[in-house]
């Protein structure tokens, strides 16, 4: 088939499948479909000259003789609109892709029972070791490995498009309370790019990296984040409306899953998401231009896309209008998520990822850049002084919580209602609805010194780990906020 036809046809496919994705009813045969396409982006991909993770590298079994010291059973099947592992037995039972944990060093038995008349297998790389197909409903295979590396480790199903329709899930060896101290992912509040202003229109180079990392998400508890450039949120990206921007994404070579980006920005099929679904190793480049003005998120959008985007994997880009934004004399940049995790809020140890808590939608945290209680802290809280305007672009994430965005003790002075830039702005407004997927920018003049509070006014969520502080420097202004009755300022009761 010539190359140009072979695209149109995907394209018209990418559409169906996002349609049948969209009302969540995926038969067999719908499955099918979508393993076509996946396949015709293999051939793609191989015409174009990139390797592909489903072409099996070359591998070295470390096979075993010994009884197994753990043993867990899989079943491939599919969960709503994506093909999954489902956990069989033991305290993986019923749990969609579950990490499973095993001690290094020992003899580890995983089962695969295919779930569906659909051909699928099960593979980890790194210990050399895959079932082979099952091509059967409910015909099972075991495989048997020396688990005698530390780390984590992807097990996945090779079948070309399964494994981006969500068949993979994580072996961890080690103990979980070796890995309870890890690296922080928190994007510092204050750390974005300064105003473009009143510059001609240019061509803008974004650099993108999907990076996994084990990050630190309260005290004692770490959980396996997914970002971009390591921090949530990832990089502000800053332009003006007429830029070119060029974005390059890359995965790193030590990723276990495909990612992406899509960008709200984007006038175009998958917000870019259809030109950069990109294999751990690869990168993946495309333009565009920004034609509208407004302050947008971008996230992940690779199956399950609520998974990358509940671990981690959103931002912010500023489209800034002609001529730039009015003059504040500070600007943060804060975005809100939510963490899935099997354990309880307050757990301690690495934390296991929940597939099932996210389709149900009970987080066990709610965070403001990635972490509990993460911008209280002193390294991350926001700090201005008396007298100066703030912005704050205020994005969520979610995947699926609206925020009640409020700062306790202050009133919003200008809203720009949805990230809208060219809408009026509102004024004067004590608390803002951000709905998942969306950004809004709000300013305001700071007029009395103290601590002031950023919550979700759905404040459940603050004792899950939601909460900011902006630390205000300055002289006190009895006239406008004081102790004690109003009596001590007569001039003002004539
Ligand atoms: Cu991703």
Same mark, same amino acid.
């Given at each position: ?13 990418l559409?169906?499948t996002?349609?049948?994705?969209a009302c969540?009813?995926?038969? #067999? ?8 396409m ?10 174009a ?12 079994p ?8 753990v043993?867990?059973?899989l079943?491939?099947? %599919?969960d709503?609109?994506?093909l999954?592992?489902? @956990?069989?037995?033991?305290e993986?039972d019923g749990?969609? &892709?579950?990490s ?5 060093? +020992?003899?580890v038995?995983?089962?695969l029972?295919n779930?569906?008349p659909?051909?699928?297998d ?17 015909? %099972?295979?075991?495989i *048997?490995?020396?688990? !005698? ?8 199903c090779?079948?070309p498009?399964h494994?981006?329709? @969500? ?19 928190v994007? &510092? ?8 202003? +009143? ?5 803008v ?6 990076r ?10 770490t =959980?396996?984040? =997914? #970002? ?11 332009a003006?409306?007429?830029?070119t ?7 790193? #070579?030590?990723s ?18 259809v030109?950069? %679904?990109t294999?751990?190793?690869?990168? *993946?480049?495309?333009?565009? %231009?920004?034609?509208t ?14 998974h ?8 912010l ?11 504040? !004399? ?11 995790t099997? $354990? ?19 987080? $066990? ?5 990635g ?8 390294? &991350? ?6 007298g100066?305007?703030?912005?704050? =672009? ?12 409020h ?19 509102l004024?004067?407004?004590?608390t ?13 003049? /700071? ?18 780990? /939601? ?5 205000? $420097?300055?002289? +006190? &202004?009895?006239?406008?906020?004081t ?8 001039a003002?009761l *004539?």
């Amino acid at each position: 088939m010539p190359a140009k036809k072979q695209l149109a046809l995907l394209v018209s496919l990418l559409a169906i499948t996002a349609l049948l994705s969209a009302c969540g009813l995926m038969t #067999t045969e719908e499955w099918t479909l979508r393993a076509t396409m996946s396949s015709m982006q293999d051939q793609m991909n191989t015409m174009a000259g990139a390797s592909s993770a489903d072409t099996n590298p070359q591998i070295e079994p470390r096979s075993v003789a010994e009884a197994a010291d753990v043993s867990f059973t899989l079943r491939a099947d %599919q969960d709503g609109s994506s093909l999954v592992f489902i @956990g069989v037995g033991g305290e993986i039972d019923g749990i969609v &892709n579950p990490s499973l944990n095993v001690e290094l060093g +020992a003899v580890v038995e995983i089962t695969l029972i295919n779930g569906m008349p659909v051909e699928h297998d099960l593979r980890i790389d790194e210990f050399g070791v895959e079932t082979g197909s099952l091509k059967q409903l409910n015909e %099972q295979r075991t495989i *048997k490995f020396l688990a !005698d590396e530390q780390g984590s480790f992807s097990y996945y199903c090779t079948l070309p498009g399964h494994r981006i329709a @969500g068949m993979q899930g994580l072996l961890i060896v080690g103990s979980p309370s070796q890995a309870a101290e890890a690296v922080s992912v928190v994007k &510092n509040p204050a750390d974005l790019p300064a105003p473009i202003g +009143a510059r001609a229109p240019e061509v803008v180079k974004v650099e993108l990296i999907a990076r996994e990392v084990t990050g630190q998400l309260d005290d004692g508890a770490t =959980f396996s984040y =997914f #970002t971009f450039n390591g921090s949530i949120p990832g990089p502000f990206i800053r332009a003006r409306v007429g830029d070119t921007i060029e974005i390059t994404l890359t995965n790193e #070579t030590e990723s276990a899953f495909v990612h992406s980006v899509d960008l709200h920005a984007v006038n175009g099929p998958g917000g870019g998401a259809v030109y950069n %679904q990109t294999q751990p190793g690869e990168s *993946k480049v495309f333009t565009f %231009q920004a034609l509208t003005p407004g302050i947008f998120v971008y996230h992940c959008a690779t199956p399950s896309v609520a998974h990358h985007i509940a671990n981690g994997m959103y931002g912010l880009i500023l489209i800034e209008p002609e001529g730039g934004l009015p003059p504040v !004399d500070r600007e943060f940049y804060v975005m809100q998520g939510e963490i899935y995790t099997e $354990e309880a809020q307050g757990s301690q140890g690495n934390l296991t990822f929940s597939h099932e808590k996210m389709l149900n939608e009970t987080p $066990e945290w709610f965070t403001f850049n990635g972490a509990a209680s993460a911008l209280a802290s002193d390294e &991350n809280a926001l700090y201005a002084k008396v007298g100066e305007r703030v912005r704050i =672009f205020m994005g969520v994430g979610g995947p699926n919580f609206t925020s009640s965005f409020h700062v306790i003790g202050e009133i919003f002075d200008t809203v720009y209602p949805f990230g809208s830039f060219t809408s009026p702005p509102l004024t004067d407004v004590q608390t803002i609805n951000v709905n998942p997927g969306a950004a809004w920018a709000v300013e305001f003049d /700071l007029d009395v010194p103290g601590t002031y509070i950023l919550v979700d006014h759905a404040l459940s969520r603050l004792e899950r780990g /939601l909460v900011g502080l902006l630390y205000v $420097e300055g002289e +006190a &202004n009895p006239a406008i906020f004081t102790e004690g009755p109003a009596t001590q300022y007569p001039a003002r009761l *004539k």
